[in-house]
């Protein structure tokens, strides 16, 4: 016997392997591939996806406990091999997955940072500029000391972000600077003021 079989579907050569069994045929094995019949399967359900749904779903009311000791078996019978399946499917996406779990944590920092600096005015307390990516939180009573001892290196991430929502954005404490008056009133210090504040005085 061939150790082979064409696919009447896909007319390929595969090895035997890749065809189910079928009782009813002389050679015992179905006359479309494993790929082909799922092809196949995928087809009709989309020709008739709520009817098989509605089915499923009846058959699962009237046989719940059949169904669940079923699932429940065919789990404990073969959790090595569904545990190697989901690590093989998880190292295939394992870089989509990190690449949307990153995009969708900044997209939550974006927002939360949108939300604090329009509670905060949107534009740097000195000279006006108002394009978010150049503005900072600058500490009005120059403790940012203090925050930075209680978040550490989260203090410009999203639970700093988020304290300062839960806290109200405070304006005696908190204002939008840009990059350069606040490294500018740093460099003046402490207790002074922006430079450019202090030329229009």
Not at 126 to 147: A, E, P, S, W
Request: hydrophobic content about 25%.
């Amino acid at each position: 016997m061939s150790d082979t079989k064409i696919c009447t579907k896909c007319k390929q050569s595969l090895p035997r392997e890749q065809f189910s069994c079928r009782a009813s045929s002389k050679d015992g094995l179905g006359s479309y591939c494993r790929e082909c019949d799922r092809q196949r399967a995928r087809e009709r359900y989309l020709a008739n996806k709520e009817g098989y749904n509605l089915s499923a779903q009846q058959y699962y009311e009237a046989n719940k406990e059949k169904v669940r000791a079923y699932h429940k078996e065919y789990e404990a019978k073969h959790r090595q091999r569904i545990s190697a399946r989901a690590t093989q499917r998880y190292q295939q996406r394992a870089d989509w997955v990190k690449d949307r779990n990153r995009a969708n944590a900044q997209r939550r920092l974006d927002i939360l940072r949108a939300q604090v600096f329009d509670a905060l005015g949107g534009a740097c307390y000195c000279c006006g500029l108002d394009d978010h990516r150049f503005l900072t939180i600058d500490h009005v009573q120059n403790d940012g000391l203090k925050d930075r001892s209680r978040f550490g290196f989260k203090m410009n991430g999203r639970t700093f972000y988020a304290y300062m929502l839960a806290q109200g954005c405070p304006r005696d404490r908190y204002q939008l600077a840009c990059y350069n008056c606040n490294m500018a009133r740093a460099h003046a210090g402490k207790g002074r003021t922006c430079p450019h504040q202090e030329a229009v005085a």
